[in-house]
């Protein structure tokens, strides 16, 4: 399959380019600077200049790409939905998946918040054959903007921060496992039309995240004191880092059991409030299998 792919130069991008050459897709990335075209091509994409600021010549720059699905990795925050739908429909690219956030329905008003609400309504209505994935937190690699900023800040304090009491339930995702989701989603026309939020395989306390990241950071457990010097602290947590990236620490499973996932039946992902939601990995069967 033939995909054009916004937000190919970000930190999904790289594993959803990746995981698509290897699956033995085309793609091509929609790049606005010259230091994105380096970074696309490198991922194994072919560079489509084109910005999402100029909807006006973004009609064309769609209408060039000749592909079969849009694959928008894109923040829907920044009110460019309706130019990307709108390109979308003047290409005649009527399948698109858009990856957007679980942050638009927890309590506490997120950045952005209505108007990623805002873009959920006009691509549901938008005529397309579209998808939204909602990932939780992404984690996996150096320069994530969850984990990676955690166990930077934490070589610099002499006690981990322990929010509230330390009990609010997160479920990260890795992000290997997010462009799965996305690929698989483009891949199977019965994903249409639906709304998935994307979560990891299992919820797990804030105390918890920090015990699991304090020894490699050589921080003392949030129960108990003790430390160790900064220098050191600092090479751990760059260990712990890289050893995200691959698959390990943090309870990564990045898989869940074939079996799990046909006899699964839909959960409400964690600390997420209100009706039960569909989720990647425990509700439409088969979805995460490769």
Same mark, same amino acid.
């Given at each position: 399959?033939r995909?054009?792919?916004?937000g @190919?130069?970000?930190?999904?991008?790289?594993?959803?380019?990746?995981?698509?050459?290897?699956?033995?897709?085309?793609?091509? &990335?929609?790049?606005?600077?010259?230091a994105?075209?380096?970074t696309v091509?490198?991922?194994?994409?072919?560079?489509?200049?084109? *910005?999402?600021?100029?909807? !006006?010549?973004?009609?064309a720059?769609? =209408?060039?790409?000749?592909?079969?699905?849009?694959?928008?990795l !894109?923040?829907?925050?920044? =009110?460019h939905?309706? !130019?990307?739908?709108?390109?979308?429909?003047?290409a005649?690219?009527?399948?698109?998946?858009?990856?957007?956030?679980?942050?638009?329905?927890?309590?506490?008003?997120? %950045?952005?918040?209505?108007?990623?609400?805002?873009? @959920?309504?006009?691509?549901? *209505?938008?005529?397309?054959?579209?998808?939204? +994935?909602? #990932?939780?937190?992404?984690? =996996?690699?150096? @320069?994530?903007?969850?984990?990676?900023?955690?166990?930077?800040l934490?070589?610099?304090?002499?006690?981990?921060?322990? #929010?509230?009491?330390?009990r609010?339930?997160?479920?990260?995702?890795?992000? &290997?496992?997010?462009? *799965?989701?996305?690929?698989n989603?483009?891949?199977? #026309?019965?994903?249409a039309?639906?709304?998935? *939020?994307? !979560? =990891?395989?299992?919820?797990?306390?804030?105390?918890?995240?920090l015990?699991?990241?304090a020894?490699?950071?050589?921080?003392?457990?949030? &129960?108990g004191?003790?430390?160790?010097?900064?220098?050191?602290?600092?090479?751990a947590a760059?260990?712990?880092?890289?050893?995200?990236?691959?698959?390990?620490? +943090?309870?990564?499973?990045?898989? %869940?059991p074939?079996?799990?996932?046909?006899?699964?039946?839909?959960?409400?992902? &964690?600390?997420? #409030?209100g009706?039960?939601?569909?989720?990647l990995?425990?509700?439409?069967?088969?979805?995460?299998?490769?």
């Open positions: 399959m995909l054009l792919v916004t @190919g130069s970000g930190f999904l991008g790289e594993y959803v380019l990746t995981e698509a050459a290897r699956r033995g897709h085309e793609t091509v &990335a929609l790049a606005r600077s010259a994105a075209v380096v091509t490198r991922r194994g994409a072919q560079s489509l200049i084109g *910005d999402l600021d100029d909807p !006006a010549r973004l009609l720059v769609f =209408g060039t790409a000749d592909c079969e699905a849009l694959v928008n !894109a923040s829907l925050g920044f =009110g939905a309706p !130019a990307i739908v709108a390109a979308a429909r003047a005649a690219i009527d399948r698109a998946v858009f990856v957007s956030t679980t942050a638009v329905q927890t309590t506490p008003p997120a %950045h952005s918040k209505r108007i990623r609400l805002d873009a @959920g309504g006009q691509i549901r *209505d938008s005529g397309l054959k579209w998808t939204i +994935l909602r #990932p939780t937190i992404i984690y =996996g690699a150096p @320069g994530d903007r969850n984990l990676s900023r955690l166990l930077a934490l070589p610099r304090l002499p006690v981990p921060p322990v #929010p509230g009491s330390g609010h339930l997160q479920q990260p995702v890795h992000v &290997a496992d997010v462009a *799965d989701a996305v690929l989603a483009v891949e199977r #026309p019965a994903a039309g639906h709304c998935y *939020d994307v !979560a =990891g395989p299992e919820p797990f306390s804030f105390t918890e995240l015990r699991s990241c020894p490699e950071a050589r921080q003392p457990d949030p &129960a004191p003790g430390a160790a010097g900064p220098s050191r602290r600092r090479r760059t260990r712990y880092s890289a050893a995200a990236g691959r698959g390990q620490g +943090l309870r990564h499973q990045r898989r %869940h074939r079996s799990r996932l046909r006899n699964a039946r839909i959960q409400r992902v &964690a600390s997420l #409030p009706e039960r939601r569909n989720t990995f425990n509700s439409y069967e088969g979805l995460m299998e490769g």
